[in-house]
Each structure stands twice: as C-alpha cells, then as structure tokens.
C-alpha cells in the first residue's frame, strides 16, 4: 500500500529597505539568503496524508488525483 506525504516548507527572510522584497520563485528566495542581502531559515514539516487526503490536495494544486495515485478514480 502506498504512503503519501504532505511536505510544509517556511522560510522566513529578514531584509532592510523602503518595501518588502518580492519573491517570485523558491529560487529567488535561495538566492537572496544564500548569495544576497537577506537573512533566512527555513523548517519543514512532514505528515503523512490518507489517500483520500492526498486526491484533495492535488486537485487544490490543479493536478489530477493520477499524477501520484495511479489507479484513482477522478471523483471525489
């Protein structure tokens, strides 16, 4: 039986300016705490998901429930 996982990701960023950056990518957020003017960490988070769980949460993202369910039916 397959085990699926939810995965949160937080990365709080400090920085110092007139506005707020803007992030567009996880990319952009790397490379402003790796090689840029910002402070940052991140924490991950695991729960493991029913698969029930798991067809709402990517179909909430816009994938179909098959993208990791292979066998799922698309109603749920």
Same mark, same amino acid.
């Given at each position: 039986?397959?085990?699926? #996982?939810?995965?949160?990701?937080?990365?709080t960023? =400090?920085?110092?300016?007139?506005?707020?950056p803007?992030?567009?990518? =996880?990319? $952009?957020? $790397?490379?402003?705490?790796?090689?840029?003017?910002?402070?940052?960490? #991140?924490?991950?988070?695991?729960?493991?998901?029913?698969?029930?769980?798991?067809?709402? =949460? =990517?179909?909430?993202?816009?994938?179909?429930a098959?993208?990791?369910?292979?066998?799922?039916?698309?109603?749920?």
């Amino acid at each position: 039986m397959a085990r699926y #996982w939810q995965t949160l990701i937080t990365a709080t960023v =400090l920085t110092e300016g007139d506005a707020p950056p803007t992030f567009d990518t =996880l990319a $952009h957020v $790397h490379e402003a705490i790796s090689d840029g003017d910002a402070s940052g960490e #991140w924490k991950q988070q695991d729960a493991e998901v029913p698969e029930q769980t798991m067809r709402g =949460l =990517l179909l909430a993202q816009g994938s179909e429930a098959t993208f990791l369910i292979p066998d799922a039916e698309e109603a749920v």
